[in-house]
């Protein structure tokens, strides 16, 4: 018997009462106290209302985020279900496949319904399967931008992110493509991954940046700081990895955790970082329809003060 906890057996629980206020794109309230956020929905950049957790479609490819996925029509049933059970933020990139990834998306489910943000990324290529080499030069960001336009069957990206800072393209440089872009209505709000405090306050100087996506979760907080930042700056903070990638999520305390909620790790794991901050965007992937109901059903798991001060000093 299936133990974890089930969409289903969430239905008509309640969300934790002193739901953090949202106004015009601003939270209000504390944004000191870690574990204490409560608030169901953010918006990225103070217009773009997403429910907190979402979807990483990377996972929906072939092995070595490389090719079509084995199962194409199940690869299109997961985005389907996403969307069913709720989850409006589907993150991509034009490298997941390559394109491979946004061009599943746009067969799912365009005609897109209402209120649905597609975020995709631009910059990192791929030579080949699980080889990434960035590629921060304007021009072929500008054509990224039209490419990944033309395969999500999309007038204006939503959330667009610079899939990496390229060593050899001053920062400035790349991102002034995209402020280009934006002014020419491709692109709603721009964001950065994988990036340290100070590049992101060199960036915020070239044009607005809404969102960071940096590697975190409860066994990996190597990006705390740029969280800190991102809750002070209202930007939103969008994990990758936040169950731990193929690696997992592993500790005794975990463990314990889920036991007492009759949880999985997994979903432990979720709702930790669910109450870490009212920026944090969880986006966990998978190509198991089971997986993403279990997933979707962890942001209705709360854990009590004293669970969360366990997690939070438990990081192997």
Same mark, same amino acid.
């Given at each position: 018997? #299936? ?5 289903? @057996?969430? &239905?008509? +629980?309640? /969300?934790?009462?002193?739901? !953090?206020?949202? %106004?015009? =794109? ?47 029509? #199940? ?5 389907? @279900?996403? &969307?069913? +059970?709720? /989850?409006?933020?589907?993150? !991509?990139?034009? %490298?997941? =496949? ?219």
């Amino acid at each position: 018997m #299936n133990k974890t906890i089930t969409r289903r @057996r969430f &239905v008509g +629980l309640s /969300v934790a009462t002193g739901a !953090t206020i949202l %106004a015009g =794109g601003k939270i209000l309230g504390s944004l000191s106290a870690p574990g204490t956020a409560t608030n169901p929905v953010f918006k990225i950049g103070g217009d773009l209302e997403v429910n907190r957790l979402g979807f990483g479609a990377m996972r929906l490819t072939g092995e070595g985020i490389w090719g079509w996925p084995p199962d194409r029509a #199940n690869a299109v049933k997961v985005l389907k @279900r996403a &969307v069913e +059970l709720g /989850v409006n933020l589907i993150d !991509t990139a034009d %490298a997941y =496949g390559p394109e491979t990834d946004e061009l599943l998306i746009a067969e799912a489910l365009h005609p897109y319904p209402k209120g649905l943000v597609i975020a995709t990324k631009g910059g990192n290529t791929r030579p080949g399967p699980g080889q990434w080499v960035p590629n921060g030069h304007p021009d072929y960001l500008k054509q990224a931008v039209d490419k990944s336009l033309k395969r999500l069957q999309l007038e204006r990206i939503d959330l667009y992110q610079l899939h990496r800072v390229d060593p050899k393209v001053p920062m400035e440089e790349s991102l002034g493509a995209l402020k280009e872009m934006q002014s020419a209505g491709k692109i709603r709000h721009v964001g950065l991954s994988e990036v340290s405090t100070s590049e992101i306050e060199r960036a915020r100087k070239v044009l607005p940046i809404v969102s960071i996506q940096n590697r975190y979760n409860i066994n990996d907080r190597k990006w705390e700081k740029e969280l800190d930042y991102c809750e002070r700056e209202n930007l939103g903070f969008l994990p990758w990895f936040p169950v731990g990638g193929g690696r997992g999520v592993k500790s005794t305390t975990l463990d314990a955790v889920a036991k007492a909620h009759n949880a999985s790790v997994y979903q432990v794991a979720l709702a930790w970082l669910l109450q870490r901050s009212p920026v944090m965007l969880p986006i966990p992937g998978t190509s198991n329809i089971q997986h993403l109901d279990d997933n979707v059903a962890a942001e209705k798991l709360k854990l009590t003060p004293e669970e969360f001060s366990r997690l939070s000093g438990q990081t192997k």
